[in-house]
Each structure stands twice: as C-alpha cells, then as structure tokens.
C-alpha cells in the first residue's frame, strides 16, 4: 500500500471552512513549526497549514530532537490567528491532543487518552506530540503555530524511546496517512474554536480523559519543583494542585511527572 | 511575649505560609519586636524566587535617564534564548526596534515570544534564564530611543 503525502488526497472531501483550505506537502523541510512561523511573518491567513513527510531539524520542547524517518509518522503544523488572551495560550495544545483523540477513535478505532498539558497516550505510551509556538503582542496571542506529531509507523519510535512512546500501527491496522491528517483536521477546527468560544467546553472534554488528574504528580517550571495531587483542569488550560498541607493552587506547568 | 506570640496565630501563619508559596520565596522572615518567624520553602536550593510585581511603569534612576520595562504577559518560565544552544534575543547594550522578541515564556508547553513595543537601548535584564516569572513582572529594562 502506498503511504506517500498528497495535498489533493488530503483536501479532497475536506469538511472544514478554514483550517487546512491553504495546504502544502513538503516531502522535507527543516521543521513545519518553522515553515509557519515564516508564513506568519508573511501574513498567510489563518487555517495554513504545512505537511512534511520528513523534517530535517524536527523539535521538540527547548531543543529537543524529533526524528523520525520520512514516511514514518504524520508532521503538520497550522497558522492560527486565535482571539486568546496570553494568559490562555494553554487551551491551544489542549485542543489539539483532543482534536487527534477524535481522529483516532474515528479513523482508527482506538481510544485514546491525553496527559497534560497537551501529550496523546495509547495504553499509557505516548503516540502523538504537540508542539505549539505563540507570538504574543499587547498582552494577546497575535499568532500561534500548533505542530502536531503522529507516530504512524514503529520506525518513528525511537529505539530508546520503545517504553514510553508507541505507534498506531502498534495498536490497529494501517491507515493512509492523507486519510488521517484529513480527520485530523477536521477534529482540529471545531477544537481551535472552542479554545476561542467556549473554552469551558474544551476542559470538559479534557477532563474525562486525562490520566494525571486524581493522581499525585510532580510539576517543573524551569528549575522550581512543586508535588502534590493533580486535582482539576480549568478553562484556561491551568492545572490544580492540591498540597499535602491542603492548599491548592492553579498552576501552568510545562513538565508533569507522575510520583510513586 | 505571649503576648506578641499571639499576634502570629496559625491563620496568619498560613497566610505567609500561602505567600512563600505563591512567589516561590526560598525562605522568608517576619520580625517583630523580639519576636521573628522564619518560614523555609522545601527543596528551597533548587527555587528561584519570582518577586512580586512592580507597578512602576518607568523608573527614574540616578542617571536621569527614563527607563521602560517590558514586562512578562502572563506567568510562565522565561527563556532568554530561543533554544538551549543558541545565543540570548538580547544583551545588555543591545538596541532594540519595536516589536523585536526580547525573550520566550513558556506555560503549558507552549512557548510564547515576548516582543517589545518600545525601541531603545536595553540597559538591565533582571529575569534570569530558566526563572519562573509573574505576570507582569519585569523581564527587560530599556531607556527608550528618543523621538
């Protein structure tokens, strides 16, 4: 079975009203983020989005590497012009893990579920990674890029990564990766606009189906540790914490760990 | 001294239990008379502290020179380079056109660039790399370009 990228093959059939109406497929790039980022410099409208079958310098949080071999794994990333105050940036990732839950309980028939802030999980390895890039003017989002990595294939994982992360086709039969990226978009929009409308919405989703919540964890800002129970999500994308002194705090992480 | 013991019952204990935590204070005293408490964060090697924010817009140091702040937008990490191995946005003497990136912040995984509205001369850069800032606290100072 061919597995190669194609735009026509992506949109054709598309059922958005914006997202994904102005795409390319590069068979390489540096990174997507970074392709959408320039068009966001350009002034590309809102819903561009960039699909590479391989990313050169492929990134993920501060640096890191993400590599995975061309034809491996699904690499987009969308222009977003959201109405986001900057304080609630943190619903942009939130709504893209639920937006790749939908496509794959749609187009795979997996269920899976998110570890936040803004990881996918499949039996409790992660399979898809988002990466989202903001640029904020007078205390508002003026433009974001959300990147959204998929392990398609195993030859996306890692080998020294096999016990924390996971592929699709680990978990159901192979599916078109044009196919997939069309649902995903399609889940992805009516995401997006929620975090804009009705960010409510958005955690009420979130919450059933994220698996740090209920459980004691370990959060990281730069160099500062907090621990305590990850008690509830809210509108924002801000995180609960419940301290064994029984103060609470709503916190943004970037890092959680689970303890014990 | 009971009597002054009384004054620190456990409510405003946990009140400044509450504001060494809230600002990630590595340790704070309160004196009073004869009588101090002194209130350790745990791990506290390993906090930095987020002071409280300023609402000063502009400061009027010794020089006489005026000074702006670009301050932090929302509470987060802040990052004074794009990535671990390049170099910072900004250095000290460097000049800066409006709507120039002076640093990320990161909340919820998601990084945010934080460009400045004010062109000038950056003159102090009291958010360090890696630091948990508060919102509106300040990241870069600036003595504005004249008009």
Same mark, same amino acid.
């Given at each position: 079975?061919?597995?190669?990228?194609?735009?026509?093959?992506?949109?054709?059939?598309?059922?958005?009203?914006?997202?994904?109406?102005?795409?390319?497929?590069?068979?390489?790039?540096? #990174?997507?983020?970074?392709? &959408?980022?320039? @068009?966001?410099? %350009?002034?590309?409208?809102? !819903?561009? $989005?960039?699909? *590479?079958?391989?990313?050169?310098?492929?990134?993920?949080?501060?640096?890191?590497?993400?590599?995975?071999?061309?034809?491996?794994?699904?690499?987009?990333?969308?222009?977003?012009?959201?109405?986001?105050?900057?304080?609630?940036?943190?619903?942009?990732?939130?709504?893209?893990?639920?937006?790749?839950?939908?496509?794959?309980?749609?187009?795979?028939?997996?269920?899976?579920?998110?570890?936040?802030?803004?990881?996918?999980?499949? #039996?409790?390895?992660?399979? &898809?990674?988002? @990466?989202?890039? %903001?640029?904020?003017?007078? !205390?508002? $989002?003026?433009? *974001?890029?959300?990147?959204?990595?998929?392990?398609?294939?195993?030859?996306?994982?890692?080998?020294?990564?096999?016990?924390?992360?996971?592929?699709?086709?680990?978990?159901?039969?192979?599916?078109?990766?044009?196919?997939?990226?069309?649902?995903?978009?399609?889940?992805?929009?009516?995401?997006?606009?929620?975090?804009?409308?009705?960010?409510?919405?958005?955690?009420?989703?979130?919450?059933?189906?994220?698996?740090?919540?209920?459980?004691?964890?370990?959060?990281?800002?730069?160099?500062?540790?907090?621990?305590?129970?990850?008690?509830? $999500?809210?509108?924002?994308?801000?995180?609960?914490?419940?301290?064994?002194?029984?103060?609470?705090?709503?916190?943004?992480?970037?890092?959680?760990?689970?303890?014990? | 001294?009971?009597?002054?013991?009384?004054?620190?019952?456990?409510?405003?204990?946990?009140?400044?239990?509450?504001?060494?935590?809230?600002?990630?204070?590595?340790?704070?005293?309160?004196?009073?008379?004869?009588?101090?408490?002194?209130?350790?964060?745990?791990?506290?090697?390993?906090?930095?502290?987020?002071?409280?924010?300023?609402?000063?817009?502009?400061?009027?140091?010794?020089?006489?020179?005026?000074?702006?702040?670009?301050?932090?937008?929302?509470?987060?990490?802040?990052?004074?380079?794009?990535?671990?191995?390049?170099?910072?946005?900004?250095?000290?003497?460097?000049?800066?056109?409006?709507?120039?990136?002076?640093?990320?912040?990161?909340?919820?995984?998601?990084?945010?660039?934080?460009?400045?509205?004010?062109?000038?001369?950056?003159?102090?850069?009291?958010?360090?790399?890696?630091?948990?800032?508060?919102?509106?606290?300040?990241?870069?100072?600036?003595?504005?370009?004249?008009?």
């Amino acid at each position: 079975m061919s597995d190669a990228l194609d735009a026509a093959e992506i949109t054709r059939g598309l059922q958005t009203r914006w997202l994904g109406q102005a795409l390319s497929v590069k068979a390489e790039t540096d #990174s997507t983020n970074s392709d &959408c980022i320039a @068009l966001a410099r %350009a002034g590309a409208p809102a !819903g561009s $989005v960039v699909v *590479a079958d391989f990313q050169r310098a492929g990134r993920g949080r501060r640096g890191r590497q993400w590599a995975a071999p061309p034809g491996a794994a699904v690499l987009l990333s969308c222009l977003l012009r959201p109405k986001l105050p900057a304080s609630a940036v943190g619903r942009l990732g939130m709504a893209g893990a639920l937006a790749v839950v939908g496509a794959l309980r749609q187009a795979c028939g997996l269920e899976a579920a998110v570890k936040y802030p803004n990881d996918v999980l499949l #039996s409790g390895r992660k399979v &898809c990674g988002v @990466l989202p890039e %903001a640029h904020l003017s007078g !205390g508002r $989002v003026e433009w *974001a890029v959300l990147g959204i990595g998929i392990n398609v294939w195993p030859a996306a994982v890692p080998s020294e990564l096999a016990a924390r992360a996971t592929s699709l086709a680990a978990h159901a039969p192979p599916l078109p990766r044009n196919t997939l990226i069309r649902c995903l978009l399609e889940h992805l929009e009516p995401r997006l606009e929620q975090a804009d409308d009705d960010p409510e919405a958005l955690a009420a989703a979130w919450r059933p189906l994220d698996v740090v919540l209920g459980r004691q964890v370990a959060l990281t800002f730069g160099s500062l540790r907090r621990e305590g129970l990850a008690a509830d $999500v809210d509108a924002d994308g801000r995180l609960l914490l419940r301290q064994p002194n029984g103060a609470e705090e709503w916190l943004a992480p970037a890092e959680v760990t689970f303890r014990g | 001294m009971e009597e002054k013991l009384s004054t620190l019952d456990p409510e405003t204990i946990r009140a400044l239990v509450r504001l060494v935590e809230e600002n990630a204070l590595t340790e704070l005293t309160v004196e009073e008379d004869d009588f101090s408490i002194t209130l350790k964060a745990e791990g506290a090697a390993q906090v930095i502290a987020a002071p409280a924010p300023t609402t000063q817009p502009e400061t009027a140091p010794e020089d006489g020179l005026p000074r702006v702040q670009v301050r932090a937008p929302m509470t987060g990490v802040f990052y004074r380079a794009p990535s671990p191995t390049e170099p910072p946005f900004v250095e000290v003497g460097d000049h800066v056109e409006v709507g120039q990136v002076i640093g990320l912040i990161e909340a919820m995984k998601v990084f945010s660039e934080v460009p400045t509205d004010v062109a000038g001369r950056v003159v102090e850069i009291p958010a360090k790399n890696g630091d948990l800032v508060q919102q509106d606290q300040p990241l870069v100072v600036l003595v504005p370009e004249e008009a």
